[in-house]
């Protein structure tokens, strides 16, 4: 089970550095096409990057993780909301904030002995 946590919460760590900070670091045009299309200036591209770097690193330190996730759920919450306001696809781009934040949630819950506890499946 902690294996299996850690593995996913692996996999989301390198896709949000890899696929979403890293392109935003650099001033990809990957990443200024999304950018504008949901209204935000180019101006705010390496604010976000930096940003998404600190939750990733926060979340898959296990100090710290309780308080990555927290603050990627935050950083997820306002991207559903932005491409929500703009009418993007439900489900492919509307809703990858919920799906990746629920992996995010799932995968520390599995690494993570004492948020089990406290959020048991079962009593």
């Known amino acids: 089970m902690i294996r299996t946590g850690w593995v996913l919460s692996a996999l989301v760590t390198l896709f949000l550095l890899g696929a979403s900070a890293a392109p935003k670091l650099i001033n990809s045009p990957l990443a200024l096409e999304p950018l504008e299309v949901v209204g935000w200036p180019a ?10 770097v600190v939750c990733a690193v926060l979340y898959i ?15 997820l919450g306002a991207a559903l909301a932005a491409n929500l306001r703009v009418d993007n696809p439900l489900f492919s781009h509307t809703l990858f904030s919920i799906y990746l ?7 520390l819950w599995l690494r993570e002995p004492k948020l089990r506890a406290l959020f048991p499946l079962t009593r």
């Open 43 to 52: 101006k705010y591209l390496l604010l976000i990057g930096i940003i998404e």
């Open 61 to 75: 330190i296990p100090r710290t993780a309780l308080l990555g996730a927290v603050l990627m759920t935050a950083l």
């Open 101 to 107: 934040g629920t992996l995010a949630w799932v995968a």
